[in-house]
């Protein structure tokens, strides 16, 4: 198999390092492509007494994830783990992004029920109907007078999310949604700027050449100090509003309804203890803000640049939604073209580029055994910009996600373009796929369709380019203008 060149010690962390190294840690799905660009289809690097492998094929990726088994392996965030174990006044356990095994299983199995099921995700469309229509208020209040412009949108798209979490897990407003709320010290500003730091400090721990703190058997320095103060201010204040709702809960005894919270849910089973709800709703927090919102903002930034596009979602959300301010379950199922949109921005700006998988046994990949214990790395950002998986893979075409009518064939039977299921998995695949993304996609669809309602979307700057943080965010703030129809 192909790799990575060697150094004694070091291994392939020297591509790592300053001034010689050949990955720039905030770019590393780029690093992933000159990879592929050099090495094929898969190769491996060693870091410590590790082996990794890359795959960049489809075919593989599937064979991967069909043998992950009932307790997929996924490595990464050790350093949030640890910090975990020395907050157990907080967390229970150390959450689902960090727990592998049978705890996963069950932790798992008992969570899912909540926020997997179509039926109780849509009994959240009403407050989430009403946090849209707030925010499409909010942008109204605060686009310049003069040229309709918005400066640095994804931070408002951080309010939006936080404010619809809120709502959601704890039946709560944190108020960031506020027309005059712009001060930096309000519980909601820090919750944002917490989550975003731990986000950035967690990628450069888990990096393979700061990670030598393994060998200490715990991180050192000012990026471990920055991490545990970023990550007690975010705790403690959002368990402050946990308190409150656990509270509230005890005094006001209310049947599982629409009306009552994800925690309020937990609470409510006797087979989940409360510190295993409390961290439940702590990585609801934590994974619910830079994701959704720089999904969204990826979307968004596609429209504004392709109006043919954004007409074509116009003209649909008029058929489907008209000038209604509430969006229904039922008009969710037909906007198959606004989520067409959101599926190709998907593919060309994953939030998460890569999925990791650790087998328990041994493999066969593109002709090479792959024996268990490896961590694999699928490179879903390299796939979907292949010319096999995509012709054109580097043009927005969200028409390639639409099913077509095959006039040759006799019954007209509906297709779409031949993509492979595994190229693109913008929430993962399998029992550990990402676990919110039915929130995740209800919220983006009743967003981008408000936007679109309301406004001629356009966009002025350089091209999008994104840099890594443990999820990818715009490298430089997104300026918008949003004229009122």
């Given at each position: ?230 990550n007690d201010q975010f705790t403690q204040i959002c368990f402050r509003y946990i308190e409150k709702t656990k509270n509230r809960v005890k005094e006001v005894k209310t049947e599982q309804n629409q009306d009552a919270s994800i925690l ?174 039915r929130i995740a996609m209800q919220e983006m669809l009743l967003f981008l369709s408000k936007i679109l309602q309301n406004f001629e979307v356009d966009y002025e700057g350089d091209e999008l380019r994104m840099i890594n943080r443990t ?15």
């Amino acid at each position: 198999m192909p790799g990575v060149p060697q150094i004694p010690i070091l291994k392939s962390a020297w591509t790592l390092l300053p001034f010689i190294g050949t990955t720039n840690l905030l770019r590393f799905h780029e690093a992933a492509f000159q990879r592929y660009k050099t090495y094929g289809k898969i190769l491996w690097e060693a870091f410590r007494d590790r082996r990794l492998v890359w795959v960049f094929d489809a075919n593989d990726a599937e064979v991967v994830f069909r043998h992950e088994g009932k307790y997929p392996m996924r490595e990464g965030f050790e350093a949030m783990a640890l910090y975990r174990k020395m907050r157990p006044q907080y967390y229970g356990s150390t959450g689902l992004l960090l727990v592998h095994g049978k705890e996963w299983y069950n932790f798992r199995s008992k969570t899912q029920t909540y926020l997997l099921r179509p039926k109780l995700v849509h009994q959240y469309l009403p407050i989430m109907n009403e946090i849209a229509n707030e925010m499409i208020e909010r942008i109204h209040s605060i686009r310049s007078r003069s040229d309709s412009s918005i400066d640095d949108f994804v931070k408002e798209l951080y309010r939006y999310a936080l404010e619809t979490i809120g709502l959601i897990a704890l039946d709560c407003r944190l108020g960031s949604l506020k027309k005059d709320e712009t001060d930096s010290s309000s519980d909601a500003q820090i919750i944002i700027k917490c989550a975003n730091d731990i986000l950035m400090l967690n990628s450069l721990l888990d990096s393979q050449i700061l990670a030598m703190w393994r060998l200490l058997g715990r991180p050192v320095g000012k990026i471990w100090s920055k991490f545990i103060e970023a990550n007690d201010q975010f705790t403690q204040i959002c368990f402050r509003y946990i308190e409150k709702t656990k509270n509230r809960v005890k005094e006001v005894k209310t049947e599982q309804n629409q009306d009552a919270s994800i925690l309020q849910l937990l609470l409510m089973r006797p087979d989940f203890t409360p510190s295993e709800a409390v961290t439940m709703i702590l990585d609801m927090f934590l994974a619910g803000i830079d994701t959704t919102s720089h999904s969204t903002a990826y979307t968004l930034y596609f429209l504004a640049k392709h109006k043919d596009v954004q007409a074509q979602a116009r003209e649909e959300i008029k058929r489907v939604v008209g000038k209604s301010p509430v969006i229904s379950e039922e008009m969710i199922a037909d906007l198959q073209y606004l989520k067409a949109c959101i599926k190709e921005s998907q593919r060309l700006n994953p939030v998460v580029f890569a999925n990791e998988r650790t087998l328990s046994e041994d493999i066969v990949l593109s002709g090479y055994r792959v024996p268990a214990g490896t961590m694999i790395v699928i490179g879903h950002y390299v796939m979907s910009r292949l010319e096999e998986y995509f012709p054109d893979p580097f043009s927005y075409k969200p028409e390639r996600w639409l099913r077509k009518v095959n006039s040759v064939s006799a019954n007209k039977r509906s297709y779409k373009e031949d993509i492979h299921p595994f190229a693109v998995l913008p929430f993962g695949f399998g029992p550990r796929m990402c676990i919110g993304r039915r929130i995740a996609m209800q919220e983006m669809l009743l967003f981008l369709s408000k936007i679109l309602q309301n406004f001629e979307v356009d966009y002025e700057g350089d091209e999008l380019r994104m840099i890594n943080r443990t999820v990818t965010c715009p490298e430089k703030p997104l300026r918008f203008k949003f004229f009122k129809l």
